[in-house]
């Protein structure tokens, strides 16, 4: 009778497992025991394991702003007690260095922090609540470094660590040994501040950071560089933001744009106009972007002010996606929240943004975006003010949307309007559902109480508790080593294209091989056979852009990479045999890389980046030219 009460008792335990995440936005789901002044919410979902990590701090240990940490199975059960796993072998201070968190592809969290003392340390905790590196963990950059700490996984099981002490930037590789301590640093006398790491192509990394004067007002500068995990430099130090004169505080964010580069955004007041700007770089570091302003989320707008922004990337097209506040420049209490489509060559695919939500004079606040997993549409989720008066009160919202901005569903995930602090991220949509958490400022429970860390699964239909996963779609396989050469044959005197590539993984139903004349914008879709690898393409004298896809039963693949990382090729089809091309000596117009007429003919007065020259040669011939400024 004993062993089967026991086995009775197993049964009960696996059911509340299954069921552990709610449908109910009036119950949600205890997820760990916190102070209520607990905050800096990080959550991670592992996409091997499908656990998620919560990392929180607070006052609780008796070591200053100390974080704590919660494993959760797929199901949202609690798997390190009620009260989780607290970094208590350091001291911190009493305000918040910057603590950052990444789950490893390895199954476990690695936790990446400054303390007390300035010294920075990344702590490794394995999936059985084990300290992998050991309960101090390891220390990073040598003693050097003393703020922000961030930190971000690679495909090996390792770490890449990035911190700053106000001067320069410190940045390290670890899996299980260190390796070298790689210093980012201003000959100049600037300090380099405030970094940030997305990961690229083979566990190298990109970091992203500041170049600020002395003061609280500055002039600030973005670049971006790329690194080895043996320390060495793959992609030279390259400017992405111009000089922009604004407090310090107003800090950039980046994120991976699936192809080994990244987008970064940040809002700023300068311009005399209060936006959200974007820049973009491809995955050897360049930017895409020729406007080194960046590209704003709104037209200029001097009656309001844009800010408070997330950021997601659609797998499919890597077009960021955008969700952001408008805010009245006058009394700043109106709540307005929008989204935005901004590709990577800098295109605002929705005009000045769509409207999602006018809260009036209520705030909102928690602002998160996250892309499907497999593409074809996002969600937004949110906290809802309820009242002027009310404090940080407010409901937890979510919505979905296709990829053309149309609202799909609306969902409410928490309807109790007691006090919230939100999470820094959401996990973003793995396994078909995505997971947001609050620490409660008191339960909902009467006469209040102590906090406590609660969440919430949601589905890319809007669906909480059990959610089915998507079934992944068939990998629709790019061609490689897309290239390019203009041809002149001096028999026939025919001129063109000529254009190869490499076959893809899969067959394809066909190639599709997009032409765009660079000054009329004209685009033409030419389909290849799927047994040919090569192309001429006899076109008429202009300047043309060709990009290639290849198209299956199931959908068309991405644009083919060339051997250096573009996803484009350019010619320059002039009419002219090779070895008798002749130089512009009379410029008429010229275009930028949209087509575009700008209105100057004078190169010195060019940003950096790739134009069209229209004018005359030594013989009064007619001729378009693409060429590269740099004012360097």
């Not at 971000?152 to 890449?160: R, S, V």
């Not at 192809?259 to 770089?281: D, E, K, Q, S, T």
């Not at 506040?325 to 901004?342: A, G, M, P, V």
């Not at 497999?374 to 949110?382: L, P, T």
Request: hydrophobic share 35%; glycine share 12%; with cysteine.
């Amino acid at each position: 009778m004993k062993k089967l009460l026991i086995l009775f008792a197993g049964l009960f335990a696996l059911t509340t497992m299954q069921a552990q995440w709610v449908n109910n936005p009036a119950q949600n789901t205890f997820l760990a025991n916190t102070s209520a002044d607990a905050g800096e919410i990080y959550l991670a979902t592992n996409s091997i394991t499908g656990d998620t990590y919560l990392q929180w701090c607070s006052f609780v240990g008796g070591n200053g702003w100390s974080p704590t940490l919660q494993r959760l199975n797929s199901e949202g059960v609690p798997q390190w007690g009620e009260d989780g796993i607290h970094i208590a072998g350091h001291e911190f201070s009493s305000m918040s260095e910057g603590v950052a968190m990444a789950t490893t592809t390895d199954g476990g969290v690695v936790s990446c922090f400054a303390d007390y003392d300035g010294n920075t340390y990344a702590v490794k905790i394995n999936p059985d609540g084990t300290f992998a590196w050991g309960e101090q963990g390891e220390q990073l950059f040598g003693g050097l470094g003393f703020s922000r700490a961030e930190v971000i996984a690679t495909d090996d099981g390792g770490i890449w660590a990035l911190g700053f002490d106000y001067s320069n930037l410190y940045l390290q590789y670890l899996n299980n040994t260190a390796g070298p301590v790689i210093t980012i640093s201003d000959n100049g006398g600037q300090r380099c501040m405030y970094g940030q790491l997305t990961l690229s192509h083979d566990n190298r990394v990109f970091v992203t950071y500041e170049k600020c004067g002395n003061g609280f007002y500055t002039d600030k500068e973005i670049y971006v560089a790329g690194y080895n995990p043996d320390g060495t430099q793959f992609s030279p130090e390259t400017l992405l933001m111009s000089s922009q004169s604004f407090q310090v505080t107003y800090l950039h964010y980046a994120i991976s744009d699936g192809m080994g580069g990244g987008y970064v955004y940040i809002w700023h007041p300068a311009l005399n106009n209060f936006n959200v700007y974007v820049f973009h770089f491809n995955q050897n570091g360049a930017s895409t972007i020729l406007d080194t302003n960046g590209v704003p989320v709104h037209s200029p707008d001097y009656d309001n002010l844009y800010t408070g922004a997330g950021a997601t990337v659609d797998p499919v097209s890597h077009d960021i996606i955008l969700f952001y506040e408008q805010t009245d420049d006058y009394s700043q209490s109106e709540c307005k929240l929008y989204i935005n489509r901004i590709t990577s060559d800098g295109e605002r695919l929705w005009d000045d943004g769509i409207l999602v939500l006018d809260n009036g004079t209520v705030p909102c606040g928690g602002y998160n975006i996250d892309a499907f997993e497999y593409g074809g549409g996002f969600a937004i989720s949110y906290f809802k003010g309820i009242g002027q008066t009310s404090g940080s009160q407010a409901t937890v919202e979510a919505q979905g949307f296709d990829m053309d901005g149309n609202t799909i569903w609306n969902t409410q995930l928490c309807s109790n309007t007691y006090s919230k602090t939100g999470c820094e991220y959401t996990t973003g949509f793995h396994n078909g559902q995505n997971i947001i958490a609050w620490v409660n400022s008191t339960d909902a429970v009467v006469g209040g109480g102590p906090g406590g860390l609660y969440g919430q699964n949601f589905g890319e239909k809007g669906e909480m508790g059990e959610i089915t996963p998507p079934t992944p779609p068939t990998p629709c396989y790019a061609p490689t080593n897309f290239q390019c050469q203009y041809v002149f044959d001096t028999n026939t005197q025919q001129f063109g294209a000529q254009l190869s590539w490499d076959a893809p993984r899969g067959l394809p139903i066909r190639y599709n091989l997009y032409r765009q004349d660079l000054i009329t914008q004209a685009t033409v879709i030419i389909e290849v056979a799927p047994d040919v690898l090569s192309y001429f393409d006899a076109t008429d004298i202009g300047d043309f852009k060709y990009q290639l896809t290849a198209v299956y039963e199931n959908g068309e693949s991405d644009f083919a990479l060339t051997p250096t990382g573009e996803n484009y090729v350019f010619v320059e089809v002039t009419g002219i045999p090779e070895n008798e091309k002749q130089s512009i000596v009379t410029i008429l117009k010229i275009y930028n890389m949209k087509g575009q007429l700008l209105n100057t003919t004078d190169l010195e007065s060019l940003h950096d980046g790739v134009y069209i020259i229209q004018g005359l040669n030594e013989n009064g011939k007619l001729i378009n030219k693409k060429t590269l400024i740099s004012q360097q």
